[in-house]
């Protein structure tokens, strides 16, 4: 009975184990250690973050919000990436500052004010890096569009023109988190 029960101890934890490693992996704790240091004193929320890791296949699950307080994810969702990130026969993608470069761009963003616009609802960004310092000039916003899936896929998202797009209802999902907070939500887009 005892060896029975160290067994079933020993593979729950290595199940646990399993998971917490392929959520890091998607999720870099790296990642997520730059992002609270990055908060920390400053008039950003200091329990939510959302990340977008551009590693990942553009099918699977690469955009989440994390609470930083509990150190878990709480949503998971397909995001888009610009067309002209894409790299013709290559898995890799490249990103671009440029007006008219149709490419995400990469770094940390300050999710700003909602409005509502061609594609409904939509949360400005307010890229914080050289490398997104002209976000706002290029129009790139948080919205949703049909073309996004939820369930993951061997197909890639349909592509932006440089925006994160989410399906309606990740979109919908993510509002809240945003809506509720009352201080401004840093987004991480990496690669």
């Known amino acids: 009975m005892m060896k029975q029960f160290i067994f079933l101890f020993l593979f729950i934890l290595s199940c646990s184990k399993t998971q917490s490693q392929q959520s890091s992996s998607a999720l870099p704790e790296n990642k997520i250690s730059e992002i609270k240091n990055f908060v920390k004193g400053k008039n950003y929320n ?15 699950f690469r955009y989440f919000v994390y609470d930083l ?9 397909i995001v888009s990436h610009g067309s002209g990130s894409v ?3 290559s898995n890799s993608l490249r990103f671009s500052n440029v007006e008219g470069s149709y490419q995400s761009s990469l770094g940390k963003y300050e999710i700003r004010e909602n409005y509502n616009g061609k594609f409904g609802k939509a949360y400005r960004l307010q ?4 490398s997104n310092s002209n976000a706002m000039l290029r129009a790139i ?6 073309c996004i899936s939820d369930k993951e896929s061997e197909n890639p998202a349909c592509l932006s023109l440089g ?5 309606k209802s990740a979109f919908g999902k993510t509002a809240k988190y945003i809506d509720q907070s009352k201080k401004a939500i840093i ?3 990496f690669y």
């Open 46 to 60: 200091q329990d939510l973050a959302v990340f977008i890791n551009f590693k990942t296949h553009s099918g699977k």
């Open 69 to 77: 307080k509990n150190d878990k994810i709480l949503q998971k969702a």
């Open 87 to 89: 790299i013709s026969k």
């Open 127 to 130: 890229g914080l890096d050289f």
């Open 141 to 146: 916003v948080l919205h949703s569009y049909d």
């Open 163 to 167: 925006c994160p797009m989410l399906s």
């Open 187 to 189: 987004l991480y887009a």
